[in-house]
């Protein structure tokens, strides 16, 4: 399983951050997997942001602290997800992650599988 | 949220060395509690997962254990690849939440 990371690595502020994670080697509407954004900052650490899951619908949860401004878009016809961070600010610049979490069989409940990782920077 | 306490924050060792890592997490999560190793520019990798269960692949002088809310991540006998930052992560809650880091450097 690989997930390949996609999207522009500057953004200005209060424009919309969008990213986009391809998953080779699983499904996005797998039943045994969540498919998560986290993010890292040396001020933050790593911050989860949010998953994107399918059971007979689908469901996304977000972070509470970037819940009015963040969407994800499962896409079934080319297997991936996506983030769409509105709103920038200069405090959302970090590495942000797309990761695998399975929530049956070995390693459940842990992020298994991660993208390398994208560095987004907020400024003008 | 979940607050998850790792310490140190920052430790040093020599290669051969047997190395000690605690989480403590603000409340009760059963054994949902995972340890990454991360080394510079890469993306956290999983090593133990339910809180002592050795992920595939990995070395086995790596291994974790836990009394209560605490948690503990050990290297038997320190290798030079192991010089890392190590994570700790909870997943009882939805609302995951990582500790802030142990960097094991080279003495």
């Known amino acids: 399983v690989q997930l390949q990371q996609s999207g522009p690595g500057l953004v200005k502020p209060s424009q919309t951050l969008s990213l986009t994670c391809v998953i080779s080697g699983d499904s996005v509407s797998s039943s045994s997997a969540t498919w998560n954004w986290i993010r890292q900052s040396p001020s933050r650490g790593l911050e989860w942001l949010g998953r994107t899951y399918y059971r007979s619908k689908w469901y996304n949860d977000y972070a509470v602290s970037v819940k009015s401004r963040i969407t994800f878009n499962p896409d079934t016809s080319k297997n991936q997800f996506s983030l769409q961070l509105n709103s920038v600010t200069p405090e959302d610049t970090a590495v942000y992650y797309c990761?695998?979490?399975?929530?049956?069989?070995?390693?459940?409940?842990?992020?298994?599988?991660w993208g390398l990782g994208t560095l987004v920077t907020v400024s003008s | 949220d979940i607050q998850m306490t790792q310490s140190p924050s920052s430790l040093s060792a020599s290669v051969g060395d047997r190395v000690t890592i605690t989480c403590r997490a603000s409340q009760r999560i059963s054994s949902y509690l995972n340890w990454y190793q991360q080394k510079p520019g890469k993306a956290p990798k999983l090593l133990i997962y339910a809180a002592s269960s050795l992920q595939s692949g990995v070395p086995s002088r790596f291994s974790g254990s836990e009394s209560g809310t605490d948690f503990t991540l050990t290297i038997s006998s320190l290798q030079p690849e192991d010089f890392a930052t190590y994570y700790c992560?909870?997943?009882?809650?939805?609302?995951?939440?990582f500790g802030q880091g142990t960097k094991l450097e080279i003495k």
């Open positions: 992560q909870q997943s009882y809650s939805t609302l995951y939440t």
């Open positions: 990761a695998r979490l399975a929530v049956t069989g070995t390693a459940s409940h842990a992020f298994d599988i």
